[in-house]
């Protein structure tokens, strides 16, 4: 068992960082199967790898499709309150300047998205504001609010539209005809081609799906439930907190598999598209965030109770890293798929795509060991607090100068 505390000797909460890891990992993970964005497979003849494909796609998907996402959402809204939380304490009002830290963001992730159109960053940068919103309201308003969000009003609104309008037909793919663009740049253009493309298109296909998949709310809400978990310190070690996790994991356990199990026999019972697609969708949602809430509770629960806490806190430099790890491996995912790259769509079936993700979180995890040992963050994290505070370092330096003019 741990001691009371998880803050490491730079006072960053080790736990965070774990979970981050296992966080970018799986997201790794889930875009080396899909090739990133480029579902198209070459036909697969040995009986052997249909079998390892179909095992492979299966688990990664069950195990981390929506779920990585989620985690990676919760710690960003953690991340905005120990920031947002640091600076009050100092006398200071973070809200201007994570306003400018998403600004910054926005240009970062427009940037993947030209390597990568399934980014999610230029939807974090876009839904951040929320919590400059929030962040000043009491406990329990964030947490209705982040509640009725995580329940997808969208898709209740459109049922109940469905149920008063039975001419109603819903358009549930209006994000296709982008991806085909998309798709087409991504076997065959090159790479001023595909940057021109995902600049726009690919970035409108991806909000389409996102909207479509429920993702909006949702992630507002991850943020929102994100801080609250910083503001009670439920990732520091205590017997409270321990309850509170084992709590959380066991209903979220007896929550996942009725829901899941509702929402593969859904389309027995509802006929109608205009129906069925946003109820499968929040049932969907729902069985995601209750699968999440299993690993996050269990990652915990397994760092602070188990030996096994030895394994996850291998995972602590790879999560400290997250945003050098997540945009480089667009780029080198984007350069061994892509047509501008070396084209291995052509080649490579799922089994084989799953392991080289396995090859690169490796590379990237012995990495960031390695620059970690003389470095306090990774390159990009870095540039990016640095970018963070430029403008409050220029007018200081400013000011100064100022200053010394009138004495």
Not at 118 to 127: C, D, F, M, N, R
Not at 163 to 181: K, R
Request: net charge positive; with cysteine.
């Amino acid at each position: 068992m741990h001691s009371s505390t998880t803050l490491t000797n730079n006072n960053r909460i080790e736990i965070a960082d774990v979970l981050r890891g296992f966080a970018v990992m799986g997201i790794t993970l889930i875009h080396f199967i899909e090739r990133f964005s480029l579902n198209s497979f070459p036909e697969e003849t040995c009986k052997f790898l249909i079998f390892t494909d179909r095992v492979i796609w299966d688990s990664v998907f069950f195990a981390f499709s929506g779920k990585a996402y989620c985690i990676f959402a919760l710690l960003f809204g953690f991340s905005f309150f120990i920031q947002d939380n640091s600076q009050k304490e100092k006398g200071n009002d973070f809200r201007g300047r994570f306003t400018w830290r998403l600004v910054l963001l926005f240009f970062i992730a427009c940037i993947n998205s030209t390597l990568f159109p399934g980014e999610i960053l230029v939807l974090y940068a876009l839904v951040g504001y929320v919590l400059i919103a929030v962040c000043r309201l009491s406990t329990r308003t964030v947490a209705v609010i982040a509640a009725i969000l995580l329940l997808q009003p969208l898709e209740w609104g459109q049922i109940i539209y469905a149920l008063i309008n039975p001419e109603y037909i819903i358009n549930a793919q209006f994000d296709a005809p982008y991806w085909e663009i998309v798709n087409t740049a991504q076997k065959e253009g090159s790479f001023l081609e595909m940057c021109k493309t995902a600049i726009w298109t690919g970035n409108s296909a991806n909000m389409g799906w996102m909207i479509l998949n429920g993702r909006l709310t949702q992630t507002a809400a991850l943020f929102m439930t994100g801080m609250l978990i910083g503001r009670s310190k439920s990732f520091l070690y205590s017997e409270k907190n321990i309850k509170l996790w084992i709590k959380v994991f066991i209903i979220a356990t007896i929550a996942f598999f009725p829901i899941y199990g509702l929402m593969a026999i859904l389309p027995d019972f509802i006929n109608r598209e205009a129906l069925l697609v946003p109820s499968t969708l929040i049932l969907k949602s729902l069985s995601n965030i209750a699968f999440t809430g299993i690993l996050f509770a269990g990652v915990i629960l397994v760092y602070y109770l188990t030996k096994g806490s030895r394994i996850l806190r291998q995972l602590a430099p790879y999560g400290r890293m997250s945003l050098t790890n997540y945009l480089s491996q667009s780029l080198v995912g984007a350069f061994l798929f892509y047509n501008w790259g070396l084209g291995l769509y052509r080649h490579t079936g799922i089994t084989v795509c799953f392991l080289m993700g396995t090859g690169v979180f490796l590379v990237q995890f012995f990495f960031c060991r390695w620059w970690l040992r003389s470095h306090r963050q990774g390159p990009l994290e870095w540039l990016w607090k640095k970018a963070t505070w430029i403008t409050l370092s220029h007018m200081e330096s400013q000011a100064t100068i100022n200053i010394k003019k009138h004495i």
